[in-house]
């Protein structure tokens, strides 16, 4: 086959393939498949029904349900439909006019313009995304920076207000129980619209070189007596490195996992290994708890989502900008047998 005809057949079935993608839009996925499947039957019962002069041709069309299974589910459906569109080619190879080569020849190419395709079109729909989740969250950043802006002011008036009234009464007064009440309300509301604000503003970090044992060892100290709880770090390298990186921030960062891991394992201590690699430093911070639910794993890094009663949702949101912003990445592995484990990973390059 000339480049010619490559060019010319290849254009062909993008014309057709975007055609019939388009026009069904709106049809669910599953008839989407059977057509494309029913499209690949009729090119096979084509090929038996012709002479085999015309076989040439026909293998052209396999292109076709190929292009549209790689549209539909990206590389998964490519290289289903190059492997469906193979087996049906090599069942018709005996009385096809391709050699052995020429068929060997056209079957690769079927599984590289299905891997080359799926690709593509599982890249472009991770970019789409990413880009409109970074929409949606600038959008919902703007909306809750401004309520938060405009009820900081009077819950701060409440509290000030409280707190004098308050000091005028006696603790074991029935009033003064009620104030203490609304005193707590207002200062987690204030824990919340605090929290907006920090998600909501862009991040400016003051990165400097940091000893990164003296400041887990900091935040260790910080959290481990409030919470009565035992914490063991294991630092595996002998010579531990000073990175750069903002050290408040990621105190923040710690601090948050290392509530969330003792919350989630009570009775139990919670671990904490550091190692380096040539590039980079990894955290570990392990719990013993129960471990995420599955249905939960995709949204825990998802602004204001959150299974606790008294939650924000913006702790691991907020843990997650401030990872990205050391141009880091956190992931995390849980069973219910196990529980979980954050990964940090942060460049020692930056």
Not at 167 to 180: F, N
Not at 237 to 263: C, G, H, M, S, T
Request: net charge positive.
């Amino acid at each position: 086959m000339t480049d010619g005809e490559i060019f010319a057949t290849f254009n062909f079935v993008k014309g057709w393939s975007k055609f019939v993608y388009c026009w069904g839009k709106s049809i669910p996925h599953g008839i989407k498949r059977t057509v494309i499947f029913l499209v690949l039957i009729g090119i096979f019962l084509w090929q038996i029904k012709t002479p085999s002069i015309r076989h040439v041709f026909l293998f052209r069309l396999y292109y076709l349900p190929i292009f549209m299974g790689s549209l539909l589910d990206g590389l998964r459906g490519g290289i289903l439909l190059a492997t469906l569109s193979s087996f049906f080619s090599f069942c018709v190879s005996n009385q096809s006019s391709l050699d052995r080569l020429d068929l060997l020849f056209e079957i690769t190419l079927f599984y590289f313009f299905g891997v080359i395709t799926g690709f593509l079109v599982n890249r472009e729909k991770r970019e789409r995304e990413k880009a409109k989740e970074a929409q949606d969250l600038a959008l919902l950043g703007k909306a809750a920076a401004a309520i938060a802006h405009e009820l900081r002011t009077p819950l701060v008036v409440i509290g000030g207000f409280s707190r004098i009234v308050q000091k005028q009464l006696p603790p074991e007064s029935l009033s003064w129980k009620k104030l203490d009440i609304i005193l707590k309300e207002a200062k987690w509301m204030e824990d919340i619209i605090q929290g907006i604000l920090d998600f909501s503003k862009p991040l400016e970090l003051e990165l400097k070189p940091t000893n990164i044992k003296s400041l887990i060892e900091e935040v260790v100290s910080l959290v481990a007596p409030e919470k009565e709880r035992k914490i063991q770090v294991r630092f595996v390298n002998p010579v531990l490195k000073e990175i750069r990186l903002d050290p408040d921030r990621f105190k923040q960062v710690l601090i948050n996992l290392l509530n969330n891991a003792i919350q989630a394992s009570p009775d139990k201590p919670v671990k904490i290994n550091v190692f380096f690699t040539d590039e980079s430093m990894i955290i570990e911070i392990i719990d013993q708890g129960p471990g995420i639910p599955k249905e939960y794993q995709a949204k825990i890094f998802e602004p204001f989502f959150s299974t606790k009663a008294r939650g924000t949702g913006l702790g691991l949101a907020i843990v997650k900008k401030i990872i990205n912003a050391h141009k880091g990445k956190i992931s995390f592995r849980t069973s219910p047998e196990k529980g979980t484990t954050f990964v940090i990973t942060i460049p020692t390059n930056l």
